[in-house]
């Protein structure tokens, strides 16, 4: 994955979640491992402890996120 498409992809995935959310939640996705860039990074965290409850919803946004990624990379 291309250092541009990680930047989108955290993008979309902090997007999602401030929507799905409605702005609760301190938590929010990073790169991991935390503190990496973009062109270092290997996946995604959240960007400190969370609950149960924060981390199902994260859960859920990035798995929506990731196929929406999966299923544009198909196409084009």
Do not use: C, W
Not at 3 to 17: E, F, V
């Amino acid at each position: 994955m291309s250092k541009t498409i990680k930047k989108r992809y955290l993008k979309a995935l902090n997007r999602h979640l401030k929507k799905e959310s409605a702005g609760k939640f301190d938590t929010v996705f990073v790169f991991y491992p935390p503190g990496a860039k973009a062109k270092d990074a290997t996946g995604v965290t959240a960007s400190g402890s969370a609950d149960v409850q924060v981390l199902a919803v994260m859960e859920a946004v990035q798995a929506r996120v990731f196929a929406k990624f999966e299923d544009s990379a198909k196409l084009g």
